[in-house]
C-alpha cells in the first residue's frame, strides 16, 4: 500500500551519526509498536478461527449424545452444492454493490452540498453526519418501520394526499434495494465527512482556473474535485465492501431475511445454519466461504484500483 | 445425561431432603390429596428457604417483565434468595442452545415444549421429575398438557403458562361495517376463507392476517396448527413419521394457502413481520380476522393499549373445529456444573416460583392469570373462581368467556414434530419451504413430498 | 470553495439532504412521543397527535399519568437500560482509549517507516477486520465460556478492540501518510524517533487522533452481535442488547424509540463537535 512516505530511509542511511546510542532502528522501532497489537489480534483472533477451521473438518451432533465425527472436506464440498448457500451468497453480493455505490454515490453528493455553505451556516456539516451515529441495529429498526406498508412513510403520506392504498418497500423484489439504501442512509456521511475534508484542502485556485478555462460544473467536478478525492474513495470502497458483506445485525432487526428468504445474504443463511441448527462443523466451512468472498472482493478492488492509487 | 448431575440430585436428596424427613413426611400426605392448601398452613416437601447464598441464574424472554421482576424480589425477600433474574432478547432458542452447550452462566430458563425436548436431547436439562415434590407437581397437572410437556413420561418442566397461539380472533366492528354483523361467526377453515372472500367483494380490502410471519412461532406453526385443526397430523406423535398427504389437510392448507396468496390480499411485508409488527398491526383494526394469541383478546380489548379496535375483539367458536395450537412454556432446570449446595436451591427456587409458595398458594400462576390471562396448566388454578374472572374481564361479549374455555379445551399439540430432538430444525426448514411455496409458487405436492422427506431424513439422522 | 452565495439550488439541496438524514430517524423516534394506539394507526400517523414522554420516564421505571389520566406503567426492561447506559459508556471509554493509545503508534510506523516485511505485517492487522462476527461467535463463546469472560465487561471489551483496532489503523494510516514530512527536521536536529513521534507527530495529529476516537467510540457504542451473544442477560449488558428486549416477543415500539432515542445522543454531542475540527483534517 504506502510507498509514498518513505523519507525516513534516506534519514537514516544519511545521518547515521546522528543516531544516538541505544537507538532503535526503524525494524526495531516497528516490532516494539506492532508486536504487542499483532499478538494481542492474533490471541483473540487465531483461536476462534482455529477453533471454527476445526469444526469444520467435522459433523458436529449434540443429540443423542454429543460427537463430532471427522469427515475431511465433506463440508465444505456440501456448501457448494446447497441452493441456500448460492441464493446467499447472490443476495450478499447484490447488496454489497449496491449500498457500496449508493453510499460513495449519496456521500458524495453530500458533500459537495456542505461543501458550498456561507460560514453561517455551517452548522449545518455537523447535522448530515448524524446518521452514522445511529448504530446498525438501529439503523435497521428505523428502516423496517419506514418501509412497511404498515407503519410506512409511503403509506402514511399516499393516504394524507388522498390516495387509499398502502406502499410497502419490503418485497421480494425491492427489499434488497431498500436495505441498501437503508444501509447508505447510515454510513454515507462517514464518506461524505472525510471527502469534505478533503475537498477543502483542494487550494481555491484550482477552481479560479477551471472558471477561466469555462468548464462546465460537470467537467469542474470532473477535473478539478475529484481527483484528489480518488485515495479516499478507494479506501472507503474497500471498507463498505467489508462492512456491507459482514452486516449482519442490520438485517436481523430489519427484515429478519425476510420476506421469505428475499433478504437472507450469507451472514444470515450462516446465522441460521450455525446457531438456529447448531450445524456448526457445516456452518464453520459456510463461513469460510464468507471469509474468502471478503478477502477475494478486497484483493480485486487493492488490484484492479488500489495499487494505481497508491503509486500516484 | 451426565454423571454429575445424577450425583447433584442425591446430594440433594441426602442432605436437605432427609434432613427435612419429618416435613416431608407430612408433605407426601398432603400430596395424596392434594386439597390442604386452605386453612392449614401448608406443609412444604421440602424447605423453600436458600441456603448456599450463591446466585442462582434465571433467564426468560421479554414478556412482563416487570411482573416476572417483583416475583424474583419478592422470593430474594422472604426465602433469602439470591436469584439473578434477566431477559435474553433476541433468537431466543438459539441463544440459550449456546448458553447450554458451553456450560454458561445458567440454571433456570423459560422453554416451549419443542426446545425443552431438544435440551433434554442435548443432556443440558434437569427434568422436573428429579424435584422431590416432583409427581406433586405432575399429578397437579392436567394430563393433556404433563403428555405434552414429559419425554419418556419423566415431566420436564413447571408450568409457566399454557395458551392457544392461533386462536381466530374477529375484528366485529369491522364484521358489521361491511354488512357481516348478523351471519353467525366462521366456524372451520373453509368457512372462513369463504367469509373472507366474500368480505373481500363487499369492498374490504384486507379481511385476512394470516400466521406468515417471520419469528420461528410464526409461518411454520401457521401451518401445523391449520393441518391440525382440519383435522390432520404432521407427523405421528409416537413413530415421528411423516403424515401429510395431498389429498388429506396438508394439502388442503396448502391449496388454501396458494389461493390466498395468489389473491394478493396478503400484504408482502407480513412475511417480514416480527411479533410486534404482527400484534400492531391487528390491533390497527386494519385487519378483520386474524391467529393470534388467546391471551392477547386481553390486550386487544384494553383501551389503553388498543383504542382503536378495544371491546370489539371476540373469537371464532370451537364448536366443529379446533383452532390453533397448544402454545406453552415451562421453567427448566439446567444440569450444568455447579456446586450441590447450589443445586438445592435452584430447585426450591423452582419449585417456588413454578409450583407452589411457601404459603402453598400458587402465586405466580395466579398473578399471570390475572395480569395477563396466561392459563396454567395446573388444574386448581383454572378451576377456581379467579380464573373466571380473571378471563370474563378481557372479553368483549359475556358468551365469550365459554367460548374461550371451549376453545382452550379442544385445542391440539403437535406432538409428532414437538416432542421429538430434530423439532427446531424442522421448524426452521418449514418456515423456509413455505416461505418459497408462497414465493415462488410451488406446487404443493411437491412441498408435501419434500416435508415428508425431510422428517424421514431428520429421523434416520438421529435415529428414530 | 467556489461561491458561498445561497442560490435556490442550494437551498433545495439543503433542503433535500436534511430530509434523507431526518425522515428516517423521525419516522420511528416519534413513536417515543405516542401512545400504543396511536402508534399502531392506519393509515399511520405523519406526526404525534397528542405528544407525551410516557415511554421515556417508563424504561427509566418510572409510571407516566397522559392528560386523560390512564397510568402508562413503567418498563420492565428499565434496570437493563439503566446498567445497559451505563456499561456501553464504560466500554465506549475504554476501547476508546485502548484503541487509540495502540493504533496511533502503529499507524505511524506503518505511514512513514520502511522496515522489512512491512507487507507482511500491515496486511495481518487489516486482514482481522474481515473476519465476519457471525462465524467466530459460537467458537467465541466457548472460549469465553472457559475463561469465564461470558457476561463480564472486561471480556466484551477485548472483543470489541478485535473490531476497533483495524478500522481505526485502517484510517488512520491514511492520515498519517498525508502529513508532511516533518521528521526529517527532527532527525536532523538529532531528536530520538520517541520524542519525534510523542512531541512533533503526535500534536500535529491531534484533529486526526480526534477524529479517529470518534470511529472507535462508534463502533464500540453501536455493537451488537457480539454483546447479543456474550452479555444479554447479564450485569455487563449493553444499551443495543438492553433496547433489543423492545422489539422482540411483546411490543413496545413506544419503549424502543425512546431508548434508540437516548442511544444516539452521546454520539450525536461527540460528533456535532467534531466538525469543527472538518477543515484541519487532511485525511486518506
Known amino acids: 500500500m504506502a510507498r509514498l512516505a518513505s523519507p525516513d530511509t534516506e534519514t537514516a542511511a544519511k545521518t547515521p551519526a546522528t543516531r544516538r546510542r541505544g537507538e532503535l532502528s526503524n525494524l526495531q522501532f516497528a516490532l516494539v509498536v506492532t508486536v504487542p497489537v499483532l499478538v494481542f ?42 441452493e441456500r448457500f448460492w441464493n446467499g451468497f447472490l443476495l450478499t453480493v447484490r447488496f454489497t454493490v449496491e449500498t457500496v455505490l449508493l453510499t460513495l454515490g449519496i456521500g458524495m453528493a453530500l458533500a459537495l452540498v456542505v461543501r458550498d455553505l456561507p460560514p453561517r451556516w455551517r452548522w449545518l456539516r455537523a447535522l448530515i453526519i448524524l446518521p452514522w451515529a445511529v448504530s446498525p441495529y438501529g439503523a435497521g429498526i428505523f428502516f423496517a418501520y419506514l418501509g412497511r406498508g404498515q407503519t410506512g412513510v409511503g403509506t402514511a403520506l399516499a393516504n394524507a394526499l388522498g390516495f387509499d392504498t398502502s406502499i410497502n418497500f419490503i418485497t421480494q423484489d425491492l427489499v434488497v434495494e431498500f436495505l441498501a439504501l437503508g444501509a447508505a442512509w447510515n454510513m454515507a456521511p462517514l464518506v461524505a465527512f472525510f471527502l469534505l475534508a478533503n475537498m477543502l484542502t483542494t487550494p481555491p485556485r484550482l477552481y479560479d482556473l477551471a472558471k477561466l478555462d469555462r468548464m462546465s460544473r460537470f467537467e469542474t467536478f470532473l477535473y478539478v474535485t475529484l481527483p484528489p ?22 438485517i436481523f432487526t430489519a427484515t429478519q431475511g425476510g420476506p421469505g428468504s428475499a433478504s437472507s445474504v450469507l451472514t444470515y443463511v450462516l446465522y441460521r445454519t450455525s446457531f438456529q441448527n447448531l450445524d456448526l462443523g457445516y456452518g464453520a466451512a459456510m463461513s469460510f466461504y464468507l471469509l474468502a468472498l471478503i478477502l477475494i472482493s478486497t484483493g480485486i478492488i487493492f488490484f484492479t484500483w488500489g495499487r494505481r492509487e497508491a503509486r500516484r | 445425561m451426565t454423571k454429575t448431575r445424577g450425583g447433584f440430585s442425591r446430594g440433594f436428596t441426602r442432605r436437605s431432603f432427609m434432613a427435612t424427613g419429618s416435613a416431608a413426611l407430612l408433605g407426601s400426605t398432603a400430596l395424596g390429596s392434594g386439597l390442604f392448601s386452605g386453612g392449614l398452613a401448608y406443609a412444604q416437601d421440602f424447605d423453600l428457604m436458600a441456603t448456599s447464598g450463591e446466585p442462582v441464574y434465571f433467564r426468560g424472554w421479554q414478556f412482563r417483565t416487570d411482573v416476572v421482576q417483583s416475583n424474583v424480589d419478592a422470593y430474594n425477600e422472604r426465602m433469602n434468595g439470591n436469584v439473578d433474574y434477566a431477559t435474553v432478547t433476541g433468537d431466543y432458542p438459539s441463544l440459550m442452545e449456546t448458553t447450554l452447550i458451553a456450560n454458561g452462566d445458567l440454571d433456570v430458563l423459560y422453554a416451549n415444549p419443542s426446545s425443552a425436548v431438544r435440551y433434554m436431547g442435548g443432556g443440558w436439562v434437569m427434568p422436573a421429575a428429579e424435584l422431590p415434590n416432583g409427581q406433586e407437581i405432575a ?9 405434552a410437556w414429559s419425554v419418556n413420561g419423566q415431566l420436564l418442566g413447571l408450568s409457566y403458562f ?67 385443526n382440519r383435522g390432520g397430523q404432521v407427523a405421528d406423535a409416537e413413530t415421528h413419521q411423516p403424515m401429510m398427504t395431498v389429498d388429506g389437510p396438508a394439502g388442503a392448507t396448502l391449496e388454501a394457502w396458494k389461493r390466498l396468496w395468489n389473491s394478493g390480499l396478503v400484504p408482502e411485508e407480513v412475511l417480514s ?50 383452532w390453533g395450537l397448544i402454545d406453552s412454556a415451562m421453567y427448566l432446570m439446567t444440569s450444568r456444573d455447579r456446586p450441590d449446595a447450589l443445586t438445592d436451591d435452584v430447585m426450591r427456587f423452582t419449585s417456588w416460583y413454578g409450583y407452589k409458595d411457601e404459603n402453598g398458594d400458587f402465586a405466580v400462576a395466579n398473578r399471570w392469570l390475572e395480569e395477563n390471562m396466561l392459563f396454567s396448566a395446573y388444574r386448581p388454578v383454572m378451576e377456581s373462581d379467579a380464573a373466571r374472572e380473571a378471563i370474563q374481564s378481557s372479553v368483549a361479549r359475556p358468551e365469550d368467556y365459554d367460548t374461550v374455555l371451549e376453545v382452550y379445551a379442544r385445542t391440539p399439540y403437535p406432538k409428532g414434530v414437538w416432542n421429538v430432538v430434530w423439532s427446531e430444525e424442522f421448524n426452521v426448514w418449514l418456515r423456509e419451504k413455505l416461505f418459497s411455496f408462497l414465493q415462488d409458487d410451488l406446487p404443493v405436492a411437491e412441498v408435501i413430498e419434500e416435508a415428508n422427506a425431510e422428517i424421514t431424513r431428520l429421523n434416520e439422522r438421529y435415529g428414530i | 470553495m467556489t461561491r458561498s452565495r445561497i442560490t435556490i439550488w442550494l437551498v433545495l439541496a439543503i433542503a433535500v439532504a436534511l430530509i434523507w438524514t431526518f425522515l428516517p430517524m423521525y419516522w420511528t423516534v416519534k413513536f417515543a412521543f405516542m401512545t400504543k394506539p396511536e402508534i399502531s394507526r392506519f393509515p399511520p400517523l405523519l406526526f404525534p ?86 462465524s467466530t461467535l459460537i467458537p467465541f463463546y466457548v472460549l469465553y465460556v472457559q475463561l469465564d469472560l461470558v457476561g463480564t465487561l472486561f471480556g466484551l471489551i477485548i472483543i470489541t478492540l478485535t473490531i476497533t483496532i ?14 508532511p514530512p516533518i521528521e526529517q527536521l527532527g532527525r536532523i536536529d538529532g531528536f530520538s524517533r520517541l520524542y519525534i513521534f510523542t512531541r512533533i507527530m503526535v500534536p500535529m495529529a491531534r ?77 486518506v
Open chain 1, 41 to 82: 489480534l492474533v490471541l483473540v483472533i487465531a483461536y476462534p478461527l482455529g477453533y471454527a477451521l476445526n469444526l469444520s473438518f467435522h459433523d458436529i451432533r449434540f443429540f443423542g449424545g454429543y460427537s463430532a465425527t471427522w469427515v475431511g472436506l465433506e463440508n465444505y464440498a456440501d456448501v457448494l452444492s446447497d
Open chain 1, 229 to 250: 478525492l480518488r485515495f479516499t474513495l478507494f479506501v472507503f470502497t474497500c471498507i463498505i465492501t467489508v462492512l456491507s458483506i459482514k452486516t449482519f445485525d442490520y
Open chain 2, 139 to 147: 399429578d397437579s397437572m392436567y394430563d393433556n398438557i404433563r403428555e
Open chain 2, 162 to 228: 399454557v395458551s392457544v397461539r392461533g386462536t381466530l380472533l374477529a375484528n366485529l366492528q369491522r364484521l358489521d361495517e361491511a354488512g357481516f354483523g348478523d351471519n353467525p361467526l366462521p366456524t372451520t377453515w373453509d368457512q372462513l376463507y369463504e367469509t373472507i372472500y366474500a368480505l373481500h367483494e363487499a369492498g374490504v380490502e384486507t379481511p385476512f392476517l394470516p400466521h406468515w410471519f417471520a419469528e420461528w412461532f410464526g409461518i411454520s406453526w401457521g401451518f401445523l396448527f391449520e393441518v391440525m
Open chain 2, 273 to 322: 413481520y416480527n411479533e410486534a409488527a404482527y400484534i400492531d398491526a391487528f390491533r390497527s383494526g386494519r385487519y378483520v380476522f386474524s391467529p393470534q394469541q388467546i391471551y392477547d383478546i386481553k390486550t386487544f380489548n384494553d383501551p389503553a393499549q388498543s383504542a382503536d379496535v378495544a371491546g370489539h375483539i371476540s373469537l371464532l367458536p370451537g364448536t366443529e373445529q379446533s
Open chain 3, 49 to 134: 397527535p397528542d405528544p407525551n414522554l410516557a415511554s421515556f420516564f417508563n424504561i427509566f421505571g418510572s409510571d407516566y399519568t397522559l392528560a386523560d389520566g390512564t397510568v402508562v406503567p413503567a418498563s420492565g426492561q428499565a434496570r437493563q437500560i439503566i446498567l445497559g447506559l451505563r456499561n456501553s459508556l464504560i466500554v465506549s471509554v475504554v476501547v476508546t482509549a485502548v484503541t487509540i493509545f495502540v493504533v496511533t503508534p502503529l499507524s505511524y510506523v506503518f505511514a512513514r517507516m520502511e522496515f522489512p516485511a512491512k507487507g507482511k505485517l500491515l496486511a495481518a492487522v487489516l486482514l482481522s477486520v474481515s473476519l465476519p462476527p457471525v
Open chain 3, 207 to 283: 484533529s486526526g487522533i480526534m477524529v479517529a476516537s470518534v470511529i472507535a467510540f462508534l463502533f464500540a457504542w453501536n455493537e451488537y452481535v457480539y454483546a447479543q451473544v456474550l452479555v444479554t442477560g447479564s450485569t455487563a449488558v449493553t444499551l443495543p442488547a438492553a433496547m433489543s428486549g423492545f422489539l422482540f416477543q411483546a411490543p413496545e415500539p413506544g419503549h424502543l424509540a425512546a431508548s434508540i432515542f437516548l442511544s444516539v445522543l452521546p454520539p450525536f454531542v461527540i460528533a456535532f463537535f467534531l466538525q469543527k475540527h472538518i477543515a484541519e483534517m487532511n485525511f
Open chain 3, 166 to 179: 483495524p478500522i481505526v489503523a485502517w484510517v488512520m494510516i491514511g492520515f498519517f501518510r498525508n502529513m
